[in-house]
């Protein structure tokens, strides 16, 4: 079993002089999977996209470890698989170009046969040399789940992840994260109460309102 | 190679939209076709037809380089990119497309020159392809980095040419200098100072833009 943690010391956050959350302390342990929930506008997004190196925190640090060493940033985006709606990939081209485009720019082999599966998985194969400006939502979001999990990343972060799926979808997605979830860390930032049943621990940002934290 | 398949996607990606190409084809066709016209039957010096060449450039890259950011920004596709490759790639990948680009144009808008303009005349070959490759070097690295800073912006219309002034004008001006040097027959190493600057803005600017840009692309 990998063994991937990320901890999170001290984070704040502020947007301007509105506080998002205030000292969060946390370790994640792979293995586990750990649910962010608060209800809109509580930062679950915020954070989710710290612990990504997307967007910086305003006080703390997010420390990203794969077994004893500490993860250089500059190669963190290989360790992530990151969903949420508000990912886009490029309509302009296939699914299939998406994923191999993907995995060059990555640095990595592009896995033929595993992108044949999770397509197959996903229930996406048939339509794979279609240009994705023509997929319905469910569709790209199921896409983004392939996208997410093509490198075989050891920490996944899920934000909203279920948002546009059909019940076949949100099943298969709850499959996916039961299947791997003793290899991988998942982090889980949602307000659907089926999302968070997966969790093992739930973290509320509501409780890290207060400025005295 | 990552930052040369970053490159090909957003090649790949602008031979199927091509937003940039089209606008970038149309801005120098017009603007040529404006000169053409104002000018008339009048002869204009050859000094002058070298400075309407570097204004035609410059303004041309203010139309068509800022795509390499702002379209990822359009299309939310910006996360996309932090996802998959480490900021030194994104830049490096952005450069390449923007040289290629800034190539093209300024072969297209010299070739039309040449064949346009009767005072366009180069008497020392050698001198203006140093100023025209170091040039485009310059333009196409400042350009890459001022995308990348107004396409984290709202209005990104404006503040493209607002920021490129003061940062392509050093470079514009030393190469109207040399564009004119290379018109009078000038000898490269009489115009040695000239195109040390030039080395000097390309190297300032690059190690500037690899070390800025960090900080401009994480929000």
């Given at each position: 079993m990998n063994n991937y943690?990320?901890?999170?010391?001290?984070?704040?956050?502020?947007?301007?002089?509105?506080?998002?959350?205030?000292?969060?302390?946390?370790?994640?342990d792979s293995g586990n999977i750990y649910g962010i929930a608060g209800p809109n506008g509580s930062g679950k997004s915020t954070i989710v996209k710290i612990i990504a190196n997307l967007i910086s925190p305003t006080k703390g640090k997010v420390v990203h470890l794969d077994g004893e060493k500490e993860i250089n940033y500059e190669r963190l985006h290989n360790y992530i698989g990151f969903v949420s709606p508000y990912l886009f990939l490029y309509d302009e081209f296939t699914a299939y170009e998406n994923l191999i485009y993907f995995s060059k720019i990555r640095g990595v082999k592009f896995?033929?046969?595993?992108a044949d599966f999770l397509l197959s998985e996903f229930n996406l194969y048939k339509r794979r040399d279609d240009v994705i400006r023509g997929y319905s939502s469910g569709m790209k979001q199921r896409l983004k789940f392939i996208f997410a999990l093509i490198h075989n990343p050891q920490l996944v972060i899920l934000d909203e992840p279920t948002s546009n799926l059909d019940a076949p979808g949100k099943e298969k997605v709850y499959e996916i994260i039961a299947k791997n979830r003793n290899e991988k860390l998942f982090i889980i930032a949602s307000n659907e109460e089926s999302d968070l049943e997966l969790c093992g621990e739930i973290i509320n940002l509501e409780n890290y309102k207060n400025s005295g934290n | 190679m990552k930052a040369y398949h970053l490159f090909k996607k957003d090649w790949e990606s602008e031979l199927r939209t091509r937003y940039a190409l089209n606008a970038l084809s149309m801005f120098i066709l017009v603007t040529i076709s404006v000169i053409m016209f104002s000018i008339g039957s009048e002869k204009i010096t050859e000094y002058l037809t070298g400075g309407l060449l570097w204004v035609v450039i410059f303004f041309s890259a203010m139309s068509g380089l800022s795509r390499a950011f702002v379209s990822e920004e359009e299309r939310g596709t910006t996360l996309t990119l932090h996802l998959i490759a480490s900021p030194s790639t994104i830049f490096s990948g952005k450069l390449l497309y923007n040289l290629i680009l800034v190539f093209l144009m300024n072969f297209a808008i010299t070739f039309l020159f040449m064949i346009l303009f009767e005072s366009f005349i180069i008497k020392n070959l050698l001198l203006f392809l140093i100023a025209f490759l170091l040039g485009n070097v310059g333009i196409a690295v400042s350009s890459t980095i001022i995308a990348a800073i107004i396409s984290k912006a709202s209005s990104k219309g404006t503040l493209y040419p607002v920021l490129s002034f003061p940062i392509l004008l050093p470079l514009i001006l030393v190469l109207l200098e040399l564009t004119k040097f290379a018109m009078d027959g000038n000898s490269v190493v009489e115009s040695m100072t000239e195109i040390l600057v030039l080395v000097s803005y390309d190297v300032i600017m690059t190690t500037a833009s690899y070390l800025l840009f960090d900080f401009i692309w994480k929000e």
């Open positions: 943690t990320v901890i999170l010391n001290n984070l704040v956050k502020y947007f301007g002089r509105r506080l998002v959350f205030n000292n969060i302390n946390h370790r994640f896995n033929e046969a595993y | -």
